[in-house]
């Protein structure tokens, strides 16, 4: 009992000298905020070729990380596994993401607790890296759970756009009812109060959003083949088999522009759902393999623009820049 005092003791104080200390989101003196997709890197201390492969991911972090100058990086999952010793992994992983200086978050995937820690207790390491945005706004299911705000600009702090990370979960517990967790309630209805805050706080118009997190939602898969898509599909949607709801509530709420995920490395697709919400994959980055892969690594850029509904979006690796695309929401205020 009582080192779980001082464990809960320890973690609200990392915690609160992150939120102090952490660095302010904003939009660019262009009117633009650059997003740095990372997914499944599945950095792992398995063998020697292993840990050689681990340094080519974190020299991709770091290369992108210097010709698109971002404004954030996200990763989406699959981080870290296969090993019994995480912390040590994170600590190699988080200094590459700490020498490019720019703020970072990270979403969990299914297999970030196949190590010798949990969700909690990387998050709990997480807090104590300085350009470390990943936290729990809530008391809610899963971990890292979080709204990231971006401001106006260095010298506005209004909120001027909301990037949403979410924890998809891992393995269903229930597996007559597939392969796959999903986004809980709690989660959703935590979105929806969110969303609704952001939005009164602006006058009843919806913040331009988008929403981070590591397994698909059904949607990728049953919306795929009615609606305009680009980008390569090289294996099957890996989705939850039970549709909890969240893309109706962001339907519903208007505010999300795009949905990003990993978990399918052979997939970087996106899906242009009515001009309603995109949803895309992002580009496979870690050179660990999990399974057989066609795609070469690679991350996604996401724009966004000041006092629009409007994003770019486009996959980068050695080769160059592929699918670019521009998304333009409609019906904004619904």
């Known amino acids: 009992m009582l080192k779980q005092t001082i464990t809960a003791i320890l973690m609200a104080s990392a915690a609160l000298c992150c939120t102090a200390e952490r660095p302010m989101l904003h939009f660019n003196d262009n009117g633009a905020f650059k997003i740095l997709q990372f997914t499944d890197l599945h950095i792992n201390d398995e063998n020697d070729a292993s840990k050689l492969r681990n340094d080519s991911t974190y020299r991709l972090i770091e290369l992108l990380a210097k010709a698109q100058k971002p404004d954030l990086l996200v990763l989406t999952g699959d981080c870290v596994w296969n090993t019994r010793d995480a912390i040590s992994l994170w600590k190699q992983l988080c200094a590459s993401l700490e020498s490019t200086g720019v703020p970072y978050a990270v979403c969990f995937g299914n297999h970030d607790e196949e190590t010798d820690v949990n969700n909690s207790q990387i998050l709990e390491y997480l807090l104590t890296q300085p350009h470390n ?36 979960h891992n393995s269903c517990k229930d597996r007559s009812f ?3 967790a999903w986004i809980n309630h709690d989660q959703i209805d935590w979105y929806r109060s969110q969303s609704d805050n952001l939005t009164q706080a602006n006058g009843g118009k919806p913040v331009p959003a988008v929403a981070f997190f590591h397994i698909p939602l059904p949607e990728f898969d049953t919306l ?28 519903e709420k208007g505010d999300v522009l795009g949905v990003f995920v990993g978990h399918d490395h052979n997939n970087d697709y996106l899906v242009d759902a009515n001009s309603k919400i995109l949803l895309a994959y992002g580009r496979k980055s870690g050179y660990n393999s999990a399974y057989d892969e066609v795609l070469p690594r690679g991350a996604r850029v996401i724009t966004l623009h000041k006092g629009e509904r409007k994003l770019d979006t486009a996959v980068i690796d050695e080769f160059g820049t592929h699918h670019p695309y521009t998304f333009i929401k409609k019906d904004f205020n619904k």
């Open 178 to 180: 597939g392969g796959y």
């Open 133 to 168: 945005l990943t936290r729990d706004d809530a008391d809610i299911s899963g971990s890292g759970n979080c709204l990231l705000s971006v401001a106006a600009s260095s010298s506005d702090p209004t909120t001027a756009s909301a990037v949403y990370m979410i924890d998809s």
């Open 224 to 251: 795929l083949n009615k609606y305009p898509a680009t980008g390569s599909k090289k294996e099957n949607v890996c989705a939850p088999s039970v549709n909890s709801g969240l893309f109706e509530s962001m339907l």
